[in-house]
């Protein structure tokens, strides 16, 4: 069965304060990786998808890096405005697993 | 455009009522989910629906029934719902089922069971 573990639950981050978030799986054939942000009552907005080890993307202040067993959300000189819970999870066979999330909020 | 639209934002319903969610993409894709959240936790698969077949049904009680009436539409209909099953229901699609396509999520409806 996949299973997908993130950690820290919970990040307080002051502006500015660089930091990254883990998410740990272990998935029979990884088809992808996936990371997203979800904003309270609302649904969760794709960021990025990773295939395969040694893959990194970037998006404004965020960049997603993955190995064999773990993937990382590192977040540079965060915003107020990146505050949410950011979501990861893995394709296997034909459905995605996700992980509990972890809850950011940067303080200005 | 990467919008999934989904139908009525907020819902309250009787345990004795019928109901129906609706889901609407015009993206092309041709797999579709719904997914059930409750607060602080993450979105937990109900069904997949690939090329309008449903694929996946997570053992979801009966009183969920979905829908896929063609590609680009997702109905999931309400029956005798539990008080328990007060969540944000949402909607989600992708290119494919498979080959790790990102999926698309809907704004949810917020459903009340009373």
């Known amino acids: 069965e996949d299973q997908v573990t993130q950690s820290p639950e919970a990040l307080r981050l002051q502006e500015g304060e660089s930091s990254s978030l883990n998410c740990s799986y272990t998935v029979s054939g990884l088809r992808g990786l996936f990371w997203y942000r979800q904003d309270p009552g609302k649904g969760p907005e794709f960021l990025f998808t990773?295939?395969?080890a040694g893959e990194e993307k970037e998006k404004e202040r965020l960049k997603a890096t993955l190995t064999k067993k773990e993937s990382f959300l590192h977040i540079t000189a965060p915003k107020p405005e990146d505050s949410a819970t950011y979501l990861c999870a893995v394709q296997g066979a034909g459905k995605s697993t996700f992980g509990d999330g972890t809850t950011l909020t940067v303080k200005p | 455009d990467t919008e999934v639209t989904q139908t009525p934002k907020h819902l309250v319903m009787g345990m004795t009522n019928k109901k129906s969610l609706k889901c609407e993409q015009h993206m092309g894709h041709r797999a579709m989910y719904w997914y059930k959240q409750k607060a602080k936790k993450p979105p937990e698969l109900m069904f997949v629906y690939s090329y309008e077949k449903l694929s996946i049904n997570e053992s979801v009680p009966s009183r969920f029934s979905p829908e896929c009436p063609n590609s680009s539409l997702l109905n999931l209909h309400l029956h005798a719902l539990q008080p328990e099953d007060s969540a944000l229901y949402l909607c989600?699609?992708?290119?494919?089922?498979?080959?790790?396509?990102?999926?698309?999520f809907g704004p949810g409806t917020r459903l009340t069971v009373t």
């Open positions: 990773l295939y395969s």
């Open positions: 989600a699609s992708s290119q494919g089922q498979f080959d790790g396509y990102e999926q698309y």
